[in-house]
């Protein structure tokens, strides 16, 4: 069976990419690299010994797409192809809404045209809002985001919802993802973001590798046990293979299914940079700072339904993620440059 994979060179694409091959399915990526490199894809064929026909393409254009699916047979698509920074979204909200709205109506339409019914969808675990109560349950209602970034999943899962209600034949699942860290084990992919990371991990590790000099923990007076916020961090490889078990689940259901994947425990920002630091026997100065706006006190699900439905559920331990992590900073100190 043959997967597209938009904006498969990205770091949760890659992942994937890798264990579908492993799992013997065939891979194509289409990826305009905007966040990304080839070489991630590149790597993902040496370890695997297997090939994956990759397009340099912008995804909100119909005509590239449509080159694609008709040189390929696609028999499923999963979306990974959007931007992230929920910090940059508020800055340039057109941008993320015309990006992440546009591939996935791209992608639609010519799903549409070339008879495709499959597609797995990368959402987040920010849909669920501010107002719903820990641990997040897929039958929570969405609620309102703090950013246009959390909106544009939001639209997205609702105009997925639509298109499969509309179209009987269709299966789409919708995989909201908590937060993915870690990196394959042989130390070749991994997350690459582009200047100053926004997310945790990558700037714990590039504090360790000596490319930042310290870590600010953003605020330590929330209602938790050490006052820092709690997460439900989950290990990319995890993450992947849980992709591998939707499209499985897709290909014999139709309608929309909902998954949270996430490993179900949550830790804190202090319980993260400790194992870091433990697992790998490197210091991570840090220093505690002010709130970032838009923080949630914790965010982490319940993960029984992709375990009951999909026979998922995750294996790697926090000390897997930390170690996945820093063995990947070390080895790539510059990411894919
Ligand atoms: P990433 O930036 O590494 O990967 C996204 C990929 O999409 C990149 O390779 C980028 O070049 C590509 N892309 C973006 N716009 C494109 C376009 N118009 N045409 C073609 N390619 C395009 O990010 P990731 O962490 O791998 O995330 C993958 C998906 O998962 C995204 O949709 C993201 O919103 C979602 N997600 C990520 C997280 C997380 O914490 N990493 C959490 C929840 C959801
Ligand atoms: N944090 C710091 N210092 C930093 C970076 C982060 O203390 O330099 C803290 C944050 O305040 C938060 C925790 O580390 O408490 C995790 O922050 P991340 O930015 O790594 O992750 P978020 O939970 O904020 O958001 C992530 C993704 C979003 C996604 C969300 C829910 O970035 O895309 O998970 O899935 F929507």
């Not at 699916?69 to 499923?76: L, M, R």
């Not at 105009?159 to 034949?169: G, Q, T």
């Not at 499985?248 to 920002?269: C, D, M, Q, R």
Request: overall charge negative; some cysteine.
């Amino acid at each position: 069976m043959k997967i597209l994979l938009a904006g498969g060179a990205g770091y949760i694409g890659s992942h994937t990419a890798l264990e579908l091959l492993e799992a013997g399915y065939e891979v194509v990526v289409a990826d305009n690299f905007c966040n990304s490199s080839p070489e991630s894809i590149r790597r993902v064929e040496a370890l695997t010994g297997k090939t994956v026909a990759m397009y340099e393409a912008d995804v909100k254009e119909k005509k590239i797409l449509q080159k694609i699916f008709s040189e390929q047979e696609i028999q499923g698509v999963i979306h990974f192809a959007g931007l992230k920074a929920v910090g940059e979204s508020m800055e340039k909200p057109v941008i993320y809404y015309r990006n992440n709205i546009d591939t996935t109506l791209s992608l639609l339409e010519c799903m549409e045209e070339f008879g495709v019914k499959q597609f797995v969808f990368s959402s987040s675990a920010t849909v669920y809002g501010e107002e719903n109560p820990v641990p997040y349950v897929e039958t929570m209602k969405r609620g309102a985001c703090s950013n246009p970034y959390g909106w544009t999943k939001f639209m997205m899962e609702q105009i997925l919802e639509d298109v499969a209600r509309a179209n009987p034949e269709m299966s789409v699942v919708l995989l909201r993802y908590f937060n993915p860290i870690g990196a394959h084990p042989s130390g070749r992919i991994g997350e690459d973001p582009e200047g100053i990371p926004n997310n945790l991990m990558p700037y714990i590790s590039q504090v360790a590798v000596g490319r930042r000099d310290h870590l600010t923990v953003f605020g330590k007076d929330y209602p938790t046990k050490d006052g820092t916020c709690r997460r439900d961090y989950i290990h990319v490889a995890d993450l992947a293979r849980g992709h591998v078990k939707a499209i499985a689940y897709g290909a014999s259901h139709k309608g929309v299914e909902i998954f949270n994947l996430g490993t179900g425990t949550p830790y804190s920002v202090v319980e993260i940079v400790e194992a870091f630091e433990k697992v790998n026997g490197v210091p991570v100065k840090h220093e505690f700072g002010p709130r970032r706006a838009g923080d949630l006190p914790e965010s982490w699900a319940d993960a029984s339904k992709a375990e009951a439905l999909l026979g998922w559920k995750t294996e790697k331990t926090l000390e897997d993620m930390c170690r996945d992590s820093w063995n990947w900073q070390r080895r790539n100190p510059n990411g894919y440059r």
